[in-house]
């Protein structure tokens, strides 16, 4: 039996490629700030994630606030299995019962260099083992209560050079879906990569602009980055993580999630674009998420008319339309350019983050800003990059 108390056991989040430095300099700040009393744990970076050992009933809350991953499994099993019975009598040794309540889960699978390749037959054989357990060890009847009602459990099976590793996913729905956006753009951003990219522009205004600092985005669209900072800190309102319906955790008392800082990882949110209606989605949203105007404040302007700003912005950001929302051809690295310079003289920001896609090439830098760091990245299945300028006195 395991003892959450005393036993370590081994996770691994899943992190948009590319951003697996970010999710483990969040996971760092966020873990200390929740586990003020427990060692940080060891964090081995992976392509697409992270590896950590900790106590069970720490690692699962993290779910409620981490924003960069997109998924936290929990390590189950780890054998070598080289046919098909090898690989049933493993899993039938497995207590399932300590994370399912009697229904079989959906599975996803990979595998590289084993003899194990063939995604249906090892459905098959997890079922199989399933039904088994379940017949040798029949599920408690309060287990078996609104089991048609629960969310869709997953169970991760990935083979490599013959070593099967078995994993519980913790989380559900992905971690993205945050419960507030009801409302989106076209073509929208997803919630775990516009956090990544927020902490990589605020790590370069560290120790530099104080801790009062202002992000604007000038085509925010329904408003993804403005909400993804403002709510940085605050847990997920969702109630519906996997790990909530482990009977091992059953008895645990409820997690009472606070936020972990008053404010975002920016302090003050400014959103403009020239669509109306996608300025009321954004404005719904952010009644959705129950901030306010003084949170996240939102309106008309474009970005290339107007007055110049008359004291200096902390930082812009911005995904403007590329890819599936214009037409070949109608938007190109001279726009890119022409709205950097227009980025400087209209709201002088310290820093400059700016989401296009690899194929537009990197446009010149504007007047007195340096090219800080770049990101590459996929969004919806396209090639982008991600470009932070800072101004040179800093």
């Known amino acids: 039996m395991l003892n959450s108390q005393t036993m370590q056991h081994q996770f691994y989040l899943i992190v948009p490629l590319g951003l697996e430095v970010l999710a483990i300099s969040e996971f760092t700040e966020k873990w200390t700030l929740l586990f003020k009393q427990s060692p940080l744990p060891l964090l081995k970076e992976s392509h697409g994630g992270v590896t950590f050992t900790a106590l069970l009933e720490e690692a699962v ?21 080289r046919d098909f019975p090898k690989l049933y009598n493993k899993l039938c040794k497995l207590p399932w019962n300590l994370f399912l309540r009697g229904q079989i889960p959906e599975l996803e699978f990979s595998s590289k260099e084993s003899r194990i390749f063939d995604s249906r037959k090892v459905e098959k ?6 039904r088994f357990f379940y017949k040798a060890q029949p599920p ?3 287990h078996l209560e609104n089991l048609d009602s629960l969310p869709t459990q ?46 990589a522009l605020k790590n370069e205004l560290k120790n530099e602009a104080g801790e009062e600092l202002t992000l604007i985005d000038p085509m ?23 790990y909530l319906f482990f009977p091992y955790l059953s008895k645990r008392l409820p997690f009472q999630a606070v936020p972990l800082k008053e404010k975002g990882l920016f302090s003050f949110h400014h959103g403009k674009d020239l ?22 404040e939102f309106s008309k302007e474009d970005l290339f008319l107007g007055e110049t700003s008359s004291t200096q912005t902390n930082a812009i950001i911005c995904n403007p339309p590329y890819g599936e929302r214009l037409n070949p051809g109608e938007i190109d690295k001279e726009f890119f350019e022409q709205m950097l310079q227009a980025i400087n003289s209209k709201y002088n920001p310290l820093a400059i983050g700016l989401l296009f896609p690899v194929d ?4 010149k830098s504007p007047s007195s800003y340096t090219l800080k760091k770049t990101f590459n990245l996929s969004n919806g299945g396209l090639k982008v990059q991600f470009l932070i300028w800072k101004k040179r006195s800093l």
């Not at 054989?125 to 399933?130: E, I, K, N, Q």
């Not at 083979?159 to 559900?172: K, L, Y």
């Open 61 to 81: 809350i993290l779910n409620h606030y981490l924003k960069t991953p997109t998924r936290l499994l929990l390590r189950f099993a780890e054998f070598k299995a």
């Open 125 to 130: 054989v997890l079922t199989d083992a399933l």
């Open 140 to 142: 408690k009847k309060i």
């Open 154 to 199: 997953k169970i991760y099976i990935r083979f490599e050079n013959d070593t099967c590793t078995v994993s519980i996913d913790t989380t559900g729905e992905r971690l993205e879906r945050r419960g507030y956006r009801t409302h989106v753009g076209e073509a929208s951003l997803r919630g775990s990569l516009a956090s990544g990219l927020l902490l």
């Open 220 to 242: 925010c669209g329904s408003g993804t980055f403005l909400f993804e900072s403002a709510l940085y800190y605050a847990p997920s309102p969702r109630q519906d993580f996997s």
């Open 275 to 296: 669509d109306e209606q996608i300025l009321k989605a954004a404005i719904h949203n952010r009644e959705e998420a129950k901030l306010t105007h003084d949170q996240i």
């Open 360 to 363: 537009f090439g990197t446009p």
